[in-house]
């Protein structure tokens, strides 16, 4: 499996505005000895150019994009090639050789989601004054999210079962214990030349009130001691209720005026995430000096 030839064929294209911006386009085409290559092996090829490399007639830009894809012809592979000029406020991670020492890419978002309560923020139940349970009612919340986009040399089906959808069992961005939920992402493979690496997506959802479901502890019968269920029946009509009561810890009936007792059930499994070394970019602004400005020119 090795390189017969390697060609630029001709229909260059480029566009400049100015010393701001430039970009060119070059396609090469590459006659292979075995139809069973892959991209890895045509990245490899001697005479393509490496990532990163300057556009010769302008280097200004340099090579940011490298696609290669079989054509019809199995044994010739076409490589297309994509310079352009970095911005100069652009984020750097892509300007080092070494994909794995590139800086990740973070970012914070918030996701819109609608929860239906069963109590307000004082433990108020969401009753009418006839004190009938109101139809579920929903309530939007913000939750904050941190994304995270890194290289890794790979990723095992073993990896993505036990690092998806779990919680955190230690102190994360700040946060304690069961308030961060880690999901993952867009998984994808990058073929640069010489090396092959993942593109990993990290989302981390994070919750005030942490991820177990929560429900009101309530019932249309008691637990008696003997394990037994009794119907709750009213106590003019002696029918049983049409609407579930709250219930205290022990399954009995929840003396009036008493908290409500809320029931906790865990969907979600647990993992310590200082173990994956994820950047942690939430910083006390407060502490940062920022420099004095420079006085204006003087007018001459």
């Not at 054509?71 to 076409?78: D, G, I, K, M, S």
């Not at 007792?261 to 200082?274: C, D, I, N, Q």
Request: no cysteine; glycine share 6%.
């Amino acid at each position: 499996m090795a390189s017969v030839w390697l060609r630029e064929i001709a229909g260059r294209t480029g566009s400049a505005v100015g010393v701001q911006s430039a970009s060119y386009t070059r396609t090469l085409l590459n006659l292979r000895d075995s139809r069973y290559d892959n991209q890895f092996d045509v990245f490899n090829t001697s005479g393509i150019p490496k990532y990163n490399s300057p556009f010769p007639p302008d280097p200004r830009a340099i090579l940011r994009r490298i696609n290669a894809r079989q054509t019809t012809y199995p044994f010739v592979w076409r490589i297309d090639l994509g310079y352009e000029k970095p911005d100069a406020n652009e984020n750097l991670a892509e300007e080092n050789d070494d994909p794995f020492q590139r800086p990740p890419v973070v970012e914070i978002t918030h996701e819109s989601r609608v929860e239906y309560p069963e109590v307000d923020l004082d433990g108020k139940e969401l009753k009418n004054t006839a004190g009938q349970w109101f139809e579920p009612l929903g309530v939007e919340r913000r939750i904050p999210t941190l994304r995270i986009i890194r290289n890794e040399a790979a990723v095992s089906v073993p990896f993505l079962l036990d690092y998806n959808d779990v919680t955190n069992t230690d102190s994360f961005a700040n946060v304690d214990p069961g308030l961060a939920k880690l999901h993952l992402g867009r998984i994808s493979y990058v073929f640069e030349p010489e090396v092959i690496f993942a593109s990993v997506e990290y989302q981390i959802r994070f919750n005030r009130e942490g991820w177990k479901l929560k429900v009101l502890n309530r019932g249309r019968a008691e637990k008696l001691a003997n394990g037994d269920l009794k119907v709750i029946v009213d106590d003019v009509t002696g029918q049983p209720l049409a609407d579930p009561v709250l219930l205290d810890e022990d399954g009995l009936r929840l003396a009036d005026g008493a908290d409500p007792h809320v029931l906790e059930f865990r969907f979600y499994e647990e993992r310590a995430f200082g173990a994956l070394q994820l950047p942690e970019p939430f910083i006390d602004l407060g502490a940062t000096e920022l420099p004095e400005p420079e006085p204006l020119p003087e007018a001459a």
